[in-house]
């Protein structure tokens, strides 16, 4: 059975730092990071191949946020920087055969963990 755990959420001041962390059991998938803040959909951050050779990224984020796996730890990492406060959502990570940034596509979901930046 596959479990994703995320990790690393919190409380920052704008144009601060964190990383998220998603450890996975099972077999290595291509991952994503998806967001969901209040009242709004849930909405595509980042995604990365099974290979880490292949990187993706919301428009939001671009120049931000760093995807990145290490495949030896079955764990994928969101390091965000520069945080602003309309980056206030619980951030979910997920697996997918595919490298896409459509949710649906995705059948393995963590719990999510959440990201509250004040201004």
């Known amino acids: 059975q596959v479990q994703l755990v995320e990790s690393g959420g919190g409380l920052v001041q704008a144009g601060g730092s964190l990383r998220l962390s998603c450890a996975a059991s099972g077999r290595t998938f291509s991952m994503g990071w998806f967001r969901q803040a209040p009242g709004k959909e849930r909405e595509f951050v980042a995604a990365i191949s099974g290979s880490g050779g292949s990187t993706y990224y919301a428009p939001s984020v671009k120049g931000r946020f760093t995807i990145s796996r290490d495949n030896a730890k079955n764990t994928v990492f969101l390091q965000m920087n520069s945080l602003k406060p309309e980056d206030t959502a619980v951030y979910y990570c997920?697996?997918?055969?595919?490298?896409?940034?459509?949710?649906?596509?995705?059948?393995?979901w963590g719990q999510g963990t959440q990201v509250t930046v004040s201004s």
């Open positions: 997920a697996g997918s055969n595919l490298v896409t940034t459509q949710a649906s596509a995705y059948d393995y």
